[in-house]
């Protein structure tokens, strides 16, 4: 198993990487026990991502999905963001190994589970049909949200 | 960037005198062992040479040496024919442990599915099996114990003599996969009444793709495979005259040297476990610090995850290994630190760091320069850590 250039470049190099005070939205993925835990700050200003920092337990690609998908994110417009989708990450890191697609799966749902808590505290009302039952309760035993084994 | 090389665990550096001897087989002595005319005849003499020195080097004779690929098929072949015996007196039950290398606890899951039982010793929480739980779990119908000699992942080395002492009293076949101590330990399979014992050369600088089963005179060996007559007629297949020559070398250099090295790698050793453990903290040592490899080093940092560990410290240039998911390529950490009792996200931040006598004492003080470094950067960006720290967790 090797990772792409792309990946230990965003894994040596976090773009980022870090903790926001007062941010407008908040949201963490994963479970410690499964081995990734993935959380993503958010800074919403007029609609659009102004700034964006992530915290991250968990392998090198789990550390570069997370930081690419926040760079892919960073000064779009949050409904844009919303349609990020794991793919994407991927296909932007060259690729990840079959046994770390999860990663980009979390790092997805991170980004998701950071604008719905931005959306909650602006009194906006969550759309099932985007945002689903919520984010994976990190449960990967027997769990198929994101139908990826491994 | 200089390699610092501390994965000897997962195989070491070719000596030497094991290059030596290999090159000259490949280029000079080139014939088949078991040609009659002068060249395959001087094949056979380096080979018979061998298996002397060999045998020699863990008390056995000549005669109960049988080259193989390497550990995983001296276990399967070992665990196999022991368990082919006991089916035929009608003794089905088999002892080993929880946290034995997948060459022997996959065989054993083979041989569940067919219809024989296996008790899985308990190793505890300091890695060591208790003489007193397997004379328990000794029944009638039980016909082999095969208890690994020291662990791979944790280093702690088992109570090999009372066991074997054990096994004969109650004429049970005793097999141990030593493919960590042999070369590193000393070993007398006679004194230590050891039935089977595989071993794999490229664990004490000998090359890869070669090992041997001790079988003890006596034991009915049957051949897995059907082809020439090549190992008194148990093991088919070519004679590998260079590897063959090459472990000797190896393993009469470790031999010789053995009194030394353990000194010198233990030390080496106890100073890694003991500078980390005070700098870094919420760390744990895994397994009992003795006996242990003198070349083991095991621990696990709370907060973070075993694989980015190895790979920032691959970035330094320092070769380790872990036992989290992520290096084992399933959801679940390795079995060994699970079957210590680490919960799952413990577990997940493991490193091992294994030492052989190439390594310096220079090299030990880079580790513990870059060591806590990394850590530290991991816990920066650690959600977990952060929970810990704010004592969430």
Same mark, same amino acid.
């Given at each position: 198993?090797?990772?792409?250039?792309?990946?230990?470049?965003?894994?040596?190099?976090?773009?980022?990487?870090?903790?926001?005070?007062?941010?407008?939205?908040?949201?963490?993925?994963?479970?410690?026990?499964?081995?990734?835990?993935?959380?993503?700050?958010?800074?919403?200003?007029?609609?659009?991502?102004?700034?964006?920092?992530?915290?991250?337990?968990?392998?090198?690609?789990?550390?570069?999905?997370?930081?690419?998908?926040?760079?892919?994110?960073?000064?779009?417009?949050?409904?844009?963001?919303?349609?990020?989708?794991?793919?994407?990450?991927?296909?932007?890191?060259?690729?990840?190994?079959?046994?770390?697609?999860?990663?980009?799966?979390?790092?997805?749902?991170?980004?998701?589970?950071?604008?719905?808590?931005?959306?909650?505290?602006?009194?906006?009302?969550?759309?099932?049909?985007?945002?689903?039952?919520?984010?994976?309760?990190?449960?990967?035993?027997?769990?198929?949200?994101?139908?990826?084994?491994? | 960037?200089?390699?610092?090389?501390?994965?000897?665990?997962?195989?070491?550096?070719?000596?030497?005198?094991?290059?030596?001897?290999?090159?000259?087989?490949?280029?000079?002595?080139?014939?088949?062992?078991?040609?009659?005319?002068?060249?395959?005849?001087?094949?056979?003499?380096?080979?018979?040479?061998?298996?002397?020195?060999?045998?020699?080097?863990?008390?056995?004779?000549?005669?109960?040496?049988?080259?193989?690929?390497?550990?995983?098929?001296?276990?399967?072949?070992?665990?196999?024919?022991?368990?082919?015996?006991?089916?035929?007196?009608?003794?089905?039950?088999?002892?080993?442990?929880?946290?034995?290398?997948?060459?022997?606890?996959?065989?054993?899951?083979?041989?569940?599915?067919?219809?024989?039982?296996?008790?899985?010793?308990?190793?505890?929480?300091?890695?060591?099996?208790?003489?007193?739980?397997?004379?328990?779990?000794?029944?009638?119908?039980?016909?082999?114990?095969?208890? @690994?000699?020291? /662990?791979? $992942?944790?280093?702690?080395?088992?109570?090999?003599?009372? &066991?074997?002492? #054990?096994? !004969?009293?109650?004429?049970?076949?005793?097999?141990?996969?030593?493919?960590?101590?042999?070369?590193?330990?000393?070993?007398?399979?006679?004194?230590?009444?050891?039935?089977?014992?595989?071993?794999?050369?490229?664990?004490?600088?000998?090359?890869?793709?070669?090992?041997?089963?001790?079988?003890?005179?006596?034991?009915?060996?049957?051949?897995?495979?059907?082809?020439?007559?090549?190992?008194?007629?148990?093991?088919?297949?070519?004679?590998?005259?260079?590897?063959?020559?090459?472990?000797?070398?190896?393993?009469?250099?470790?031999?010789?040297? @053995?009194?030394? /090295?353990? $000194?010198?790698?233990?030390?080496?050793?106890?100073?890694? &476990?003991?500078? #980390?453990? !005070?700098?870094?903290?919420?760390?744990?040592?895994?397994?009992?610090?003795?006996?242990?490899?003198?070349?083991?080093?095991?621990?696990?940092?709370?907060?973070?995850?075993?694989?980015?560990?190895?790979?920032?410290?691959?970035?330094?240039?320092?070769?380790?290994?872990?036992?989290?998911?992520?290096?084992?390529?399933?959801?679940?950490?390795?079995?060994?630190?699970?079957?210590?009792?680490?919960?799952?996200?413990?577990?997940?931040?493991?490193?091992?760091?294994?030492?052989?006598?190439?390594?310096?004492?220079?090299?030990?003080?880079?580790?513990?320069?870059?060591?806590?470094?990394?850590?530290?950067?991991?816990?920066?960006?650690?959600?977990?850590?952060?929970?810990?720290?704010?004592?969430?967790?």
């Amino acid at each position: 198993m090797a990772y792409s250039a792309k990946v230990m470049d965003h894994f040596e190099n976090p773009r980022n990487l870090g903790k926001m005070e007062n941010a407008d939205g908040v949201g963490e993925v994963g479970n410690a026990k499964c081995g990734d835990i993935m959380k993503i700050y958010l800074k919403i200003e007029d609609g659009v991502i102004a700034d964006v920092k992530f915290n991250t337990f968990g392998c090198a690609s789990a550390i570069a999905t997370s930081s690419m998908a926040t760079e892919m994110i960073k000064g779009q417009k949050v409904e844009d963001a919303l349609k990020l989708s794991n793919k994407a990450v991927v296909e932007a890191l060259d690729g990840l190994p079959p046994a770390k697609i999860h990663c980009s799966v979390l790092a997805e749902q991170a980004v998701k589970a950071a604008l719905a808590d931005y959306y909650t505290k602006n009194g906006i009302e969550l759309d099932p049909a985007i945002f689903g039952n919520g984010s994976c309760g990190g449960h990967c035993d027997g769990c198929d949200s994101c139908g990826i084994e491994g | 960037m200089k390699t610092v090389y501390a994965d000897n665990a997962a195989t070491t550096a070719l000596c030497d005198e094991a290059l030596e001897v290999m090159v000259s087989c490949l280029r000079d002595n080139y014939g088949n062992a078991s040609s009659m005319h002068h060249s395959g005849q001087a094949a056979a003499e380096v080979v018979a040479q061998a298996r002397e020195d060999i045998a020699k080097c863990i008390g056995a004779d000549a005669g109960e040496i049988y080259f193989t690929s390497g550990g995983t098929e001296s276990d399967n072949w070992a665990i196999t024919n022991a368990a082919r015996l006991g089916a035929k007196k009608g003794k089905k039950h088999i002892i080993s442990t929880t946290f034995e290398h997948h060459a022997v606890l996959h065989t054993l899951m083979k041989l569940e599915k067919e219809g024989f039982e296996v008790t899985y010793l308990d190793v505890h929480e300091d890695g060591y099996v208790r003489v007193e739980e397997l004379e328990k779990a000794i029944k009638d119908e039980t016909c082999l114990v095969t208890i @690994m000699y020291a /662990n791979n $992942e944790i280093g702690t080395v088992q109570p090999i003599e009372e &066991i074997g002492k #054990i096994c !004969k009293e109650k004429g049970i076949y005793f097999h141990t996969d030593a493919v960590q101590a042999v070369g590193h330990l000393p070993i007398d399979v006679k004194a230590q009444k050891i039935d089977m014992l595989s071993f794999s050369a490229h664990k004490f600088h000998g090359p890869k793709g070669i090992g041997a089963l001790y079988c003890r005179k006596g034991i009915p060996l049957i051949g897995f495979m059907q082809g020439g007559a090549q190992e008194r007629n148990k093991r088919p297949g070519t004679t590998n005259t260079p590897a063959i020559a090459a472990t000797a070398a190896a393993l009469k250099k470790s031999c010789a040297e @053995m009194d030394k /090295n353990i $000194e010198y790698v233990s030390a080496m050793r106890d100073r890694l &476990i003991d500078e #980390i453990i !005070k700098v870094i903290p919420r760390t744990r040592v895994n397994g009992g610090r003795s006996p242990r490899l003198p070349g083991n080093v095991s621990f696990c940092f709370e907060g973070i995850e075993g694989e980015s560990l190895l790979l920032y410290l691959d970035l330094k240039g320092i070769c380790g290994s872990s036992g989290s998911a992520c290096t084992s390529g399933s959801l679940d950490p390795s079995h060994v630190l699970l079957a210590l009792g680490l919960p799952h996200e413990i577990a997940h931040g493991s490193l091992r760091l294994s030492l052989s006598e190439y390594n310096t004492n220079d090299e030990i003080d880079y580790i513990i320069e870059q060591l806590p470094l990394v850590v530290e950067r991991l816990r920066d960006m650690s959600p977990v850590w952060e929970k810990i720290m704010k004592g969430d967790n």
